[in-house]
């Protein structure tokens, strides 16, 4: 198994972000904010450079998983199942509930809060719709990121390993972005490890998007995290702490309700060494490269040899095309192992259905393909069995 261009195309994607991120940053102090600080984030400048900074990232992202990896967007998984519908609908109202009613438990006994100055509500009553949009922009990026692009260039991996690596990236980019402390920490790392199992157990990239959504929604109107009271009603702030404890009490409800809705959960070799991608079914990125060098033709055999990036041993398997259509008679189950960066395959001819030569009126092409290493395979290899015309006598 070979990680390395699967650890570069994840690089390539977090600079990108760390890049923009940085850009905004810069643009956000000059008109007065700060984005380490939730309150710093609240002004319409501060949101609108956000918002715009998360497109950005968002339409990068979405061409290196179009040109770099070489997939389709459907590859995010861009559809709800029955099941998908259900548990995002429990678990979208169940977050601003439960985050009620533990903060009414933590703020017992302590006096009400005043109302905030009418002026004041107006002023955050303009700003929910904004905020609320620029919300959704980034629930949609990061997952997009984190969850989507992340999960897919480790799809190699199993369950286990892509909810360590995936969280790990997530709770370490965000300390770039935000004022760091252990509660914090403890959030983001139960955040993770929620939004990551949602993903990987239904396979849609909009399973998380909606439950990030209902997340941040919650921790702005709910717990008032900007400071601003911009929701309707009393408010209802926390301490960071109280904020750590919800969310880790949250996430193993979450992780029940998932467990109940997805019973492919409670397999054996959900969080085994079986790969996620075999387990649901998605495309994994390629791993390496492929390619067919030279094919030499004798009285006896042909002889088929290329190069590739894929690690020692790996089975080459090859397909023969006579004019565009696969040849029955050509071996495309044997194996060519590789050794040392390279491969070889030699084909008797003359033997059982094999032509005792290649008719030299007919168009070939011989393409390799690794075994088990899904999209791994070469360019066609057009060869000219007739070779060059004689010299025209002078």
């Known amino acids: 198994m070979n990680l390395v261009p699967s650890a570069l195309y994840i690089s390539v994607g977090i600079l990108a972000y760390l890049l923009v991120a940085l850009a905004a940053t810069g643009l956000v102090r000059k008109t007065g904010g700060n984005l380490s600080e939730m309150a710093g984030r609240t002004s319409s400048s501060s949101l609108l450079i956000g918002g715009a900074a998360n497109v950005v990232v968002l339409a990068i992202v979405l061409l290196l998983i179009a040109y770099l990896d070489r997939l389709s967007f459907t590859a995010l998984g861009l559809t709800l199942s029955g099941h998908d519908?259900?548990?995002?609908?429990?678990?979208?109202?169940?977050?601003?509930?439960?985050?009620?009613?533990?903060?009414?438990?933590?703020?017992?006994?302590?006096?009400?809060?005043?109302?905030?100055?009418?002026?004041?509500?107006?002023?955050?009553?303009g700003q929910l719709i904004v905020g609320a949009l620029v919300l959704l922009v980034v629930a949609v990026q990061e997952e997009v990121l984190y969850r989507g692009y992340i999960t897919l260039n480790l799809a190699q991996l199993s369950v286990g390993w892509i909810l360590v690596v995936s969280t790990g990236i997530f709770v370490v980019i965000h300390f770039f972005t935000n004022r760091v402390g252990l509660y914090q920490i403890v959030s983001w790392t139960a955040s993770g490890l929620v939004l990551a199992a949602a993903y990987l157990a239904s396979g849609s990239i909009w399973v998380p998007i909606l439950l990030h959504l209902a997340t941040d929604l919650t921790n702005v109107l709910v717990?008032?995290?900007?400071?601003?009271?911009?929701?309707p009603g009393e408010g209802t702030r926390i301490s960071g702490r109280d904020r750590a404890v919800f969310r880790v009490v949250y996430g193993v409800l979450i992780l029940l309700l998932l467990t109940a809705v997805y019973p492919a959960i409670r397999t054996p070799t959900f969080f085994g060494n079986r790969s996620w991608a075999s387990e649901v079914g998605q495309p994994s990125v390629p791993v390496g490269n492929l390619s067919v060098t030279g094919v030499q033709i004798s009285r006896a055999q042909v002889q088929v040899s290329g190069q590739t990036t894929l690690p020692q041993g790996v089975c080459i398997r090859t397909q023969l095309a006579v004019d565009d259509r696969l040849a029955p008679w050509w071996p495309s189950d044997r194996c060519a192992n590789t050794s040392a960066g390279r491969w070889e395959l030699v084909v008797d001819l003359g033997q059982g259905d094999a032509p005792a030569e290649f008719d030299r009126d007919r168009t070939y092409a011989v393409r390799a393909l690794a075994d088990g290493e899904p999209g791994v395979e070469s360019q066609p290899f057009v060869f000219d069995v007739a070779g060059p015309p004689p010299p025209t006598p002078e």
């Open 223 to 231: 717990f008032d995290i900007t400071g601003q009271q911009t929701a």
């Open 85 to 125: 519908s259900f548990f995002v609908l429990i678990a979208a109202v169940a977050t601003p509930l439960l985050a009620m009613g533990f903060a009414r438990w933590r703020q017992r006994g302590q006096p009400p809060k005043a109302a905030n100055p009418p002026s004041a509500k107006a002023r955050g009553s």
